[in-house]
């Protein structure tokens, strides 16, 4: 194979699960430089059939040259990813019934196959005509503005999540991911009053048959004015 063209590598394949073919799984992809391995941000990636091969979204990958597909069925897929300066590929795979994550190196160059994705990085929902955006969203209940330090939070996720984690800082530096529940969670403010920015993420993972898949969502930015007691 030329060194200029791009190589696929499943990088995760599950063992079979003991389902009924309406199995929907978790489908990421991971996009890097074929000739320094650094991952690509803002690489589109389309997933889809051969007949549509958007129909399950069009997402651009995060900083870590990553995005989710979630509640793809049992299908062939047909996978599109692009880049300004690189050169295009799509690659078909079989339909299967567990998770699955892709690894895609990009030569670089130009040409080849090109998916349109919106500029924001993401999470999407495989079934035909789903969501696409952000993977989650949050409440602060009892508003934006508090006068005690503990807040309440609502996290609600279009989509499947095990874990969740909040910080006030964008690096979730001595954050911990906790169990995801529906139900309210408590976050305490730093002590110092006047306006913050909480940062909220969701993730989805999974072990099967001795494999992992972990999915990663979007950053959610929830501003919160603390007036103190």
């Given at each position: 194979?030329?060194?200029?063209?791009?190589?696929?590598?499943?990088?995760v394949?599950?063992a079979l699960l003991?389902?009924?073919?309406a199995?929907?799984?978790?489908?990421?992809?991971r996009?890097?430089?074929?000739?320094?391995?650094?991952?690509?941000?803002g690489?589109?990636?389309?997933l889809?059939?051969?007949?549509?091969?958007?129909q399950?979204?069009?997402?651009?990958?995060?900083?870590?040259?990553r995005?989710?597909f979630h509640?793809?069925?049992?299908?062939?897929?047909?996978?599109t990813?692009?880049?300004p300066g690189?050169?295009?590929v799509?690659?078909?795979?079989?339909a299967?019934?567990?998770?699955r994550?892709f690894?895609?190196?990009?030569?670089?160059g130009?040409?080849?196959?090109?998916?349109v994705a919106?500029?924001?990085?993401g999470?999407?929902?495989?079934?035909?005509g789903?969501?696409?955006?952000?993977?989650?969203?949050?409440?602060?209940?009892g508003?934006?503005t508090?006068?005690t330090?503990?807040?309440?939070l609502?996290?609600?996720?279009?989509g499947?999540?095990?874990?969740y984690?909040?910080s006030?800082?964008?690096?979730?530096?001595?954050s911990?991911w906790l169990?995801?529940?529906?139900?309210?969670v408590?976050?305490?403010?730093?002590?110092?009053?006047?306006p913050?920015?909480?940062?909220?993420?969701?993730?989805?993972?999974?072990?099967?048959?001795?494999?992992?898949?972990?999915?990663?969502?979007?950053?959610?930015?929830?501003?919160v004015?603390?007036?103190g007691s």
């Open positions: 194979m030329s060194p200029m063209h791009p190589r696929w590598l499943l990088l394949a599950l003991p389902v009924a073919g199995f929907a799984s978790v489908v990421g992809v996009v890097f430089d074929a000739a320094t391995g650094d991952p690509l941000a690489a589109a990636v389309c889809g059939t051969p007949a549509e091969p958007d399950f979204g069009a997402l651009r990958t995060d900083a870590e040259g995005v989710a509640d793809i069925t049992q299908t062939p897929l047909v996978l990813v692009s880049r690189y050169r295009g799509r690659k078909s795979f079989p299967a019934a567990y998770d994550v690894q895609v190196r990009l030569a670089r130009g040409l080849g196959p090109r998916c919106p500029r924001r990085a999470t999407a929902s495989g079934s035909p789903g969501e696409r955006g952000p993977a989650l969203s949050v409440d602060i209940l508003g934006p508090t006068a330090p503990e807040v309440q609502r996290i609600r996720v279009h499947k999540a095990t874990e984690r909040v006030e800082d964008p690096a979730f530096r001595g911990s169990p995801y529940t529906k139900a309210p408590t976050f305490r403010l730093s002590p110092t009053p006047g913050k920015t909480l940062y909220v993420q969701i993730r989805l993972q999974r072990e099967v048959g001795g494999g992992r898949v972990v999915i990663e969502s979007e950053v959610v930015k929830v501003p004015v603390y007036t």
